[in-house]
């Protein structure tokens, strides 16, 4: 069995940005997740409470967005790559 690895490149503006102390990890609106898929991960991953959970997605659903956690810019990396492969769009700004 071989072992494949993906090698990730960055742009310059990503490079600059990533040298900023605090960095918001940013849950997008898309026409895919459900409620509470949205919900199960924030729970799941974030570790946020059921209602917490809940005022997220209802504010990602009337306003296309919200910031779901604040860190360093590799620590919202790990956590976008995490939300990115339970299918969530995220972004880290």
């Known amino acids: 069995m ?11 503006e990503e490079i600059l940005t990533s040298l900023k102390t605090v960095h918001r ?19 799941k991953y974030l570790d946020y409470s059921e209602s917490q ?9 009337n306003k296309g967005k919200c910031a779901v956690l604040e860190g360093s810019f590799t620590e919202m990396e790990v956590y976008r790559k995490i939300l990115k492969q339970e299918g969530l769009t995220v972004s880290v700004e």
């Open 53 to 61: 959970a809940e005022k997220i997605a209802w504010e990602v659903h």
């Open 25 to 43: 990890l940013i849950l997008w609106n898309d026409d895919v997740n459900t409620f509470d898929h949205v919900i199960h991960c924030m729970m």
């Open 2 to 12: 071989s072992t494949e690895t993906k090698e990730e490149t960055f742009t310059l």
